[in-house]
T-cell receptor
Framework: GQNIDQPTEMTATEGAIVQINCTYQ??????LFWYQQHAGEAPTFLSY??LDGLEEKGRFSSFLSRSKGYSYLLLKELQMKDSASYLC??????????WGAGTKLIIKP | GAGVSQSPRYKVAKRGQDVALRCDPI?????LFWYQQALGQGPEFLTY????????KSGLPSDRFFAERPEGSVSTLKIQRTQQEDSAVYLC???????????FGQGTRLTVV
């Protein structure tokens, strides 16, 4: 079956760095998305990886290893506003998005 | 419009009542998705349209759920004879298709009492 695994919750300190891991198993693979979702709001796009390696975008970076079925989202210089859920979603051979349950990130001062 | 618009934002329905949820996607977006999101969970796929064609409805939980997009733009998700387990946030997303990013609406929070 198709499956996305990511930690349920993580806690980090303001100004620090945090890495949120995601492993996936899909029927075919056409890329991996990371979305941010604040409580009560819609998910918003953060990043997309289809090739192996690291994509950097400001304070956020995303990494993909296709051979390992693994991705991570790296957040640097954490700010209180980064407290949110981070959703990992893999695209299967039909370009269907398979979603993880999300990782709730709590930032402490 | 500038983004994906969903209405109503909140809906309280009595058990057994029919409801209709509306999604207005971004103009020009070919693909439209409906998701159901329970509290503390990621979005669960319900159905997918490419223009007016419903290409995948495998995620609809029962035959009480029906979705349409007759002119390839606005879509409606209808739930008949609502049950308490239908209580969730229903998200709509649209994209240009393929592997382009999906833009989400604010969702409709449905509470069945």
């Amino acid at each position: 079956g198709q499956n996305i695994d990511q930690p349920t919750e993580m806690t980090a300190t303001e100004g620090a760095i945090v890495q949120i891991n995601c492993t996936y198993q899909t029927s075919g693979f056409n890329g991996l998305f990371w979305y941010q979702q604040h409580a009560g709001e819609a998910p918003t796009f953060l990043s997309y990886n289809v090739l192996d390696g690291l994509e950097e975008k400001g304070r956020f970076s995303s990494f993909l290893s296709r051979s390992k079925g693994y991705s991570y989202l790296l957040l640097k210089e954490l700010q209180m506003k980064d407290s949110a859920s981070y959703l990992c979603a893999a695209t299967d051979s039909n370009y269907q998005l398979i979603w993880g349950a999300g990782t709730k990130l709590i930032i402490k001062p | 419009g500038a983004g994906v618009s969903q209405s109503p934002r909140y809906k309280v329905a009595k058990r057994g009542q029919d409801v209709a949820l509306r999604c207005d996607p971004i103009s020009g977006h070919v693909s439209l998705f409906w998701y159901q999101q329970a509290l503390g969970q990621g979005p669960e796929f319900l159905t997918y349209f490419q223009n007016e064609a419903q290409l995948d409805k495998s995620g609809l939980p029962s035959d009480r759920f029906f979705a349409e997009r007759p002119e390839g733009s606005v879509s409606t998700l209808k739930i008949q004879r609502t049950q308490q387990e239908d209580s969730a946030v229903y998200l709509c997303a649209s994209s240009f298709g393929g592997n382009t990013e999906a833009f989400f609406g604010q969702g409709t929070r449905l509470t069945v009492v």
